[in-house]
């Protein structure tokens, strides 16, 4: 089974800088659409940014636009989420996802179950 590990949250003061990572063991994760969600309490997951399997385009929710950059470094099997000029707002906790698609920042069709995710806070 797919198991997907998220790491690299922690508390920040607005306007610092995070970089998650998330490694999944039986995938490589050039051959998938990959992503991240994140989640608040009460709210549903929401899409944050993706990255598409065939030619690399990422794709972003507006509020991240210009702050985040998601990547991937194919050497060490491992996704990424730069966040920069972090916000209180952006405080929750972020999950990893590989699937089939990236459409509207949003990884489809997952090849996993949900992962324990890594908690971001921002403080004001």
């Known amino acids: 089974q797919v198991e997907v590990v998220e790491s690299g949250g922690g508390l920040v003061e607005a306007g610092g800088s995070l970089r998650l990572s998330c490694t999944a063991s039986?995938?490589?994760?050039?051959?998938?659409?990959a992503g991240w969600f994140r989640q608040t309490p009460g709210k549903e997951r929401e899409a944050v940014s993706c990255?598409?399997?065939?030619?690399?385009?990422?794709h972003y929710q507006a509020s991240v636009k210009g702050r985040f950059t998601v990547t991937r470094d194919n050497a060490k099997n491992t996704l990424h989420l730069q966040m920069n000029k972090l916000e209180p707002e952006d405080t929750a906790m972020y999950y990893c996802?590989?699937?089939?698609?990236?459409?509207?920042?949003?990884?489809?069709?997952?090849?996993?179950?949900w992962g324990q995710g890594t908690q971001v806070t921002v403080s004001s």
């Open positions: 996802a590989l699937g089939a698609y990236c459409s509207d920042a949003r990884v489809t069709e997952l090849h996993h179950s």
């Open positions: 039986r995938l490589t994760i050039d051959l998938f659409a």
């Open positions: 990255i598409s399997r065939y030619y690399g385009d990422t």
